[in-house]
């Protein structure tokens, strides 16, 4: 085992330092800097990692642990710079190449003297205590998380991408926990006193740090071999209907989603194991480490009252991170402003995939619905990035994640693909593959490749679609003479102002009473003029985008508004949804009010499960964001029977659900919360309503959050009913966030002023969803300075995502004139506030500033 020991001097200033020059320190600077980055990637090569960790079996017990790191060193000119951020009692010794040497950590880096090393082949051992930060430690499971640059959180390396190494790993866990990692496990034993067990594992394939992974805990494990290969998959679910309805589709899924990539890019699966772990309130989806992908667990176990927006959501999950493999683990970027080249990858593949693992979908369908809202909700705000943005130093790399990177990019790469046409672009995606394998790769070295294998303008198209932010916004003319159209114009422009042109294909239907007509609109300029439509008899009226693939704000034709139930194509009427909202939202063609008033009759006649979750979605959003606090009760008395009577006349168990669960969120009636007690109470759902452990746990927590009689006894028996400890651990920490005393509530949010209460970030963003619930907005409101003034320590200490999930869960509902102030006060006092986090926040705010705008007096 490894002892601890007293610890050797730990020298700070590079100034004491023989052989440490000014060039040498005026790299050392925290984060991963681009420039050492890119001094390093031209000295380094053949990097290797053998590491050992010790964890004990309480979480507040320090990980002791070793490293031995071993490379060839192609010039030796300046001080070695390895990534380290913790803080100087963590190192214990170091040696280089067999010699002690001092412990030199300046800002975030153990840095090495060039005296030290010798060109070529070189070994460093380090004895440390192993950083915490991105280990998500739990009392009976562990698991990291080290993406983009957390792996020097928690050991040291060259934290950035393209120095790709091999890990070698050994786990020094206790005894009746199970472990995984990405390499193959070579031999497992007790230690001697019984008590712990190593595991210890082959060297990985070669891979990136932040795809450098781990779990061990207790876990269950399962093992498959669907389409002939090995899967092991670990996980603590512990409802057995959950498990038995999830494990067929789960392992399928992935087999299948492996199949077709395998198919697509003409090149095996690349690794030597797929192993994936199923994490409780995992902070992302999935995370794609290789041989090791972990999982959210609430999102693969299902039962059978799922909807299909669930179902769809783990087919899609499963297969973004098993194409992953290829488009980002295989071929890597080579630095993190291209690191949505994976995400969009993943996402794109993972739809295609989605026409082969759910042959009964409506793959244009399911891509509007999935991708377009959410890239709407960043791309119409003043916080707007582009898909590509600039990146000087990996701390800074988490801010890039966001909707654009993960929804607009797979609308650009369709439009590309209709661009080019599918086989010269799955052609370049193969040469792509193949000629950066287990290398590096940047977006214009993909662009170079499809240039070539096109006449099209990519350079052009590039600088609109990826290289700036924004969407474009149409305008037509049509002009008529004796019933026959004469002519149909299209112009487009920023939404802006900015005469900028994004070219792209889509759909203009031309809608008679007894048929529709559908023509292709190639836009490749500022205007167009549809001479398809010229001669054609003058339709009932037009829909723009009708085929779902264009990306912009498109007129409404007001004829159209009387007959939205009666499009027959489900993608039609998704696309007359959304871009409805998006006119109500930039105040054009009707109000919130009018388009409520459009979606009511809809409620119980839209028979596409997927097109009423978009209806249901915007009749809340109306309800919550758009409607006064003083005329929410009116509102809701003629609304609550409304969805009620739609639930009971629907057909569908997953549109029932849809209803129900819409029902008890807008509720604000004593009848309607009295007949969502008596469902949770009785644990009997309406008929034909299907509800899961987690469905009656949201629905004591709205009861909380409305007060209910004894909603304190209604949120204890919920606890008892719960029997998966960690799903009872989540509810136990919600509680206060869901207690009707303001002081209560007031403490649970001082608390979020501590790290230790913020380490499970899924748990923070649900209980801020219900600390600024509409209905607690008069109380809640003063919590927006201070949400604001943590964002920042956020950034430095949250996962990628916690910095955005904590300002959307924040500012989602608030529509006062003062909560918009406060955000626009906190923006203009501090002026030189990080852009990109100043981008998070305008994005965030953005449904604030539109309700103080658009809420009116009373809405119908």
């Not at 919600?734 to 501590?754: Q, Y």
């Not at 430095?796 to 989602?812: E, H, K, N, V, Y």
């Amino acid at each position: 085992m490894l002892l601890f020991r007293a610890l050797p001097l730990v020298v700070f200033s590079l100034i004491a330092l023989p052989g440490l020059g000014q060039s040498g320190a005026s790299l050392v600077q925290p984060g991963v800097a681009g420039a050492l980055a890119a001094q390093r990637a031209q000295a380094l090569r053949h990097v290797a990692y053998t590491l050992h960790l010790q964890v004990p079996s309480q979480v507040a017990q320090p990980i002791a642990a070793t490293e031995k790191i071993t490379f060839r060193l192609l010039q030796n000119a300046v001080p070695l710079q390895l990534d380290f951020k913790v803080s100087a009692d963590h190192l214990q010794r170091l040696t280089v190449n067999g010699q002690p040497a001092p412990l030199t950590l300046e800002r975030e880096h153990l840095v090495i003297a060039p005296a030290l090393l010798r060109l070529g082949a070189n070994e460093l051992n380090v004895e440390f205590v192993a950083g915490d930060q991105s280990l998500n430690r739990n009392p009976d499971y562990l698991y990291t998380l080290l993406v983009p640059d957390r792996a020097r959180t928690v050991f040291p390396c060259f934290d950035q991408p393209d120095l790709k190494a091999t890990f070698a790993l050994t786990l020094t866990v206790p005894a009746a926990w199970q472990a995984v990692a990405n390499g193959l496990l070579a031999d497992s034993a007790r230690t001697a006193d019984g008590q712990q067990k190593t595991y210890r594992f082959q060297p990985s394939d070669t891979i990136s740090t932040y795809l450098f992974a781990f779990a061990a805990g207790r876990f269950r494990e399962v093992s498959r071999q669907p389409g002939g290969r090995a899967m092991h998959f670990l996980y603590r679910e512990t409802d057995t209907v959950k498990i038995n309805r999830s494990l067929g589709p789960i392992f399928n899924i992935q087999a299948g989603a492996l199949a077709f990539l395998q198919e697509y890019t003409q090149r095996p699966y690349p690794f030597q194991k797929f192993d994936f772990t199923a994490i409780p309130d995992f902070q992302y989806g999935g995370m794609e480490h290789v041989g090791a992908i972990d999982y959210k667990a609430s999102t693969l176990f299902l039962d059978d009252a799922a909807t299909r927006d669930q179902l769809n959501a783990r087919a899609n999950l499963l297969a973004h991170e098993t194409a992953h493999m290829w488009f980002g683990d295989l071929v890597t970027m080579r630095w993190f402003n291209d690191v949505w080249t994976k995400e969009v990858f993943a996402n794109f593949m993972a739809d295609k995939i989605s026409t082969v693992t759910q042959p009964d979908g409506n793959f244009d369908l399911k891509f509007l619905t999935d991708h377009y809202p959410l890239a709407y909700a960043i791309d119409r705000t003043a916080g707007a990035n582009p898909i590509r943005q600039p990146l000087d130093n990996l701390q800074d790399a988490g801010s890039l994640y966001g909707n654009i990177i993960y929804h607009k990019a797979p609308i650009m790469m369709r439009q590309l693909e209709r661009l080019m046409g599918p086989t010269p672009f799955r052609d370049g995606l193969r040469e792509y593959v193949r000629r950066y394998a287990f290398g590096n790769a940047t977006w214009p070295d993909l662009i170079a490749i499809l240039d070539a294998r096109t006449p099209a303008d990519l350079q052009a198209w590039n600088r609109v679609w990826v290289d700036e932010p924004g969407r474009p916004q149409f305008s037509y003319q049509l002009q008529t003479a004796g019933g026959k159209i004469t002519q149909l114009s299209l112009t487009q422009k920023g939404e802006d102002g900015s005469a900028r042109v994004w070219p792209q294909v889509f759909g203009v239907a031309l809608v008679y009473a007894d048929h529709v007509e559908e023509l292709t609109a190639d836009m490749r300029g500022a205007s167009l003029r549809l001479r398809a439509a010229e001669g054609k008899p003058a339709p009932r009226y037009l829909l723009f985008n009708s085929s779902g693939e264009g990306y912009g704000i498109f007129p409404v034709d007001a004829r159209m508004l009387p007959h939205l139930a009666e499009l027959k194509k489900p993608v039609m009427r998704a696309a007359a949804y959304i871009n409805l909202h998006e006119n109500m939202l930039n105040g054009r063609a009707l109000s919130p009010a009018q388009l409520l008033a459009r979606l009511r009759p809809l409620l119980a006649h839209e028979p596409e499960e997927l097109n009423l979750n978009v209806v249901l979605d915007q009749v809340t959003t109306i309800f919550w964001r758009f409607t006064s606090p003083a005329q929410r009760p009116a509102l809701a008395a003629t609304l609550e029977p409304e969805l009620w009577q739609a639930m009971q006349q629907v057909k569908s168990t997953n549109e029932k659900k849809l209803l129900f669960k819409a029902y008890t969120g807008l509720m604000l009636s004593a009848e309607a919360q009295k007949r969502a007690y008596a469902v949770w109470e009785s644990k009997q759902p309406p008929a034909g309503v299907k509800l899961s452990e987690d469905d009656y746990t949201d629905l004591a927590a709205a009861l909380a959050v409305r007060a209910y009689p004894g909603y304190g006894q209604i949120l204890q028996t919920q606890l008892g009913r719960i029997q998966n400890p960690d799903r009872r651990l989540r509810l136990r920490y919600l509680r206060p966030s869901l207690s009707d005393t303001v002081a209560v509530r007031d403490a649970f949010f001082a608390g979020l002023a501590d790290r230790k209460n913020r380490e499970k970030e899924a748990w923070v963003t649900s209980a801020l969803g219900y600390l600024h619930h509409p209905l607690r907005a008069a109380t809640s409101e003063k919590y927006l300075p201070q949400s604001l003034a943590l964002v920042e320590e956020i950034q430095r200490t949250g996962d990628i995502f916690f910095p955005q999930s904590w300002l959307q869960a924040t500012l989602r509902w608030y529509q006062t004139p003062t909560a918009a102030a406060t955000v626009q006060g906190f923006l203009r006092s501090h002026p030189d506030y990080n852009p990109k986090l100043r981008a998070k926040i305008e994005q965030a705010a953005d449904p604030v500033l539109r309700a103080a705008r658009l809420t009116p007096a009373q809405v119908q």
